[in-house]
């Protein structure tokens, strides 16, 4: 069956790092575009980056660009996020998604549980 699960969320300090990663399982990795979305208490759900199923090309939203990267490695199913320069506006549940984007695989979209992050001192 599908599954995508997040980890490596935790406590970190302000200027502090954190890498989260997502194991996919049960569909054809290489065949969906990744992306990492955040979502704080009482706030919609946002967009933090996003990588390629293909050429692995990235975007990232505005308040992110410059302090987090987002990767993938099709070889182990993983994409991950690399997350420097913590602010305390970083708190937030992170959500790995996947979305189809050839052939057959398209309009299928899959979603983890999330991994909580916090920055605090």
């Known amino acids: 069956q599908v599954q995508v699960v997040e980890s490596g969320g935790g406590l970190v300090h302000p200027g502090g790092s954190l890498r989260l990663s997502c194991a996919a399982s049960?569909?054809?990795?290489?065949?969906?575009?990744m992306s990492w979305y955040r979502q704080a208490p009482g706030k919609e759900r946002l967009l933090v980056a996003r990588?390629?199923?293909?050429?692995?090309?990235?975007n990232y939203a505005d308040s992110v660009k410059g302090r987090f990267t987002i990767s993938r490695d099709n070889a182990k199913n993983a994409v991950y996020l690399k997350m420097n320069s913590l602010k305390p506006e970083d708190t937030a549940v992170y959500y790995c998604?996947?979305?189809?984007?050839?052939?057959?695989?398209?309009?299928?979209?899959?979603w983890g549980q999330g991994t909580q992050v916090t920055v605090s001192s």
């Open positions: 998604k996947a979305r189809g984007v050839t052939g057959a695989t398209i309009g299928n979209v899959y």
């Open positions: 049960g569909f054809t990795f290489s065949s969906y575009a």
């Open positions: 990588i390629t199923s293909a050429s692995g090309s990235t």
